[in-house]
């Protein structure tokens, strides 16, 4: 197995890729073209502290992001969390790297809303092959923003600098969001085929005795099977059903629940363990909130 080495600040980061040192010790911007790999950091795995916002072109292909090459076509957009695994193969004279990248340290946002709500944006998990491709036009629009966060932080900093930088980083990651939705629009013949295998799985799931057996699987599941990551497929499933993965189940089930209460003598307990609920009540709960009564006064009522 490949060593791995573990990227604790941007100072070290600037000396992994060949940069002077940072100019603010949480957040740094590096123009690719620039770059020059020290042959310390290639062929072995990486982890960083850091977000990364990136936009690269062309494609080297000597950069892989968990156990998948990335293509790097031209306008694409990636992010990365802290604790995720990336590495760096060999690389030639005649590869070139264009764009940037935004680093910054979790500690750079903690103190501001945006160190809650960092955790609303899905992509930081989604996988290489579901990277954001972005127009010209929105390339210029995050250029910009990534100017200004440049100048502000190599400028001499005073009392507004901080929350200067924290608020276009949000707006870039904003922007960044619209931007996916655009794409989750442009690619919706794939995007219906994904969501109609991924309820095919669903009704076999619910349709065998899995569920008895295994109880009510969770997102994993399902995003493995139909080669997606689970923040992918979650945001896939709610911009063009309006469900989470969960809701989408449980109205689901609730539908099974029905049928059974009204075409079989199974008690609401031999339901709700033939449903996969550990424990009956949870299953209660869930059935008058979705239907407004429990389950023995729909099967009287019916």
């Not at 005795?209 to 295994?214: F, K, L, S, Y």
């Given at each position: 197995m490949k060593e791995i080495k573990h990227l604790r600040s941007i100072s070290q980061l600037h000396q992994m890729l060949g940069f002077d040192k940072p100019k603010h010790p949480l957040i740094t911007v590096l123009d690719y073209n620039q770059i020059h790999i020290q042959p310390d950091y290639l062929n072995i795995r990486l982890v960083n502290d850091f977000?990364?916002?990136?936009?690269?072109?062309?494609?080297?292909?000597?950069?892989?992001?968990?156990?998948?090459?990335?293509d790097f076509e031209e306008g694409t957009l990636m992010f990365l969390a802290p604790g995720q695994?990336?590495?760096?193969?060999?690389?030639?004279?005649?590869?070139?790297?264009?764009?940037?990248?935004?680093?910054?340290?979790?500690?750079?946002?903690?103190?501001?809303?945006l160190g809650k709500k960092i955790k609303e944006f899905g992509f930081f998990s989604y996988s290489v092959n579901e990277a954001l491709h972005v127009s010209d036009e929105e390339q210029k629009m995050l250029n910009m923003l990534i100017k200004s966060i440049q100048l502000e932080y190599q400028s001499k900093l005073d009392r507004q600098s901080h929350a200067v930088i924290c608020t276009a980083i949000e707006q870039l990651l904003n922007y960044s969001q619209r931007f996916y939705g655009r794409q989750f629009i442009t690619r919706q013949k794939q995007n219906l085929d994904v969501i109609s295998r991924f309820e095919k799985l669903v009704r076999?799931?619910?349709?065998?005795?899995?569920?008895?057996?295994?109880?009510?699987?969770?997102?994993?599941?399902?995003?493995?099977?139909?080669?997606?990551?689970?923040?992918?497929?979650?945001?896939l499933l709610k911009k063009e059903t309006g469900k989470t993965i969960k809701e989408y189940l449980n109205l689901e089930i609730?539908?099974?629940?029905?049928?059974?209460?009204?075409?079989?003598?199974?008690?609401?307990?031999?339901?709700?363990?033939?449903?996969?609920?550990?424990?009956?009540?949870?299953f209660f709960r869930m059935f008058k909130s979705k239907v407004g009564m429990t389950p023995l006064a729909f099967r009287s009522l019916n």
């Open positions: 977000y990364l916002i990136s936009l690269k072109t062309p494609s080297p292909p000597s950069l892989r992001y968990g156990r998948q090459s990335y695994v990336f590495s760096v193969g060999d690389l030639n004279e005649d590869v070139s790297f264009q764009g940037w990248g935004l680093f910054f340290h979790p500690d750079l946002i903690l103190p501001t809303s076999e799931y619910l349709d065998s005795n899995a569920i008895a057996e295994n109880g009510i699987p969770q997102v994993d599941f399902f995003s493995e099977q139909l080669h997606l990551s689970s923040g992918y497929l979650s945001d609730i539908e099974i629940a029905k049928y059974r209460l009204l075409n079989t003598n199974d008690t609401v307990y031999e339901i709700a363990y033939g449903l996969g609920f550990e424990y009956p009540q949870y």
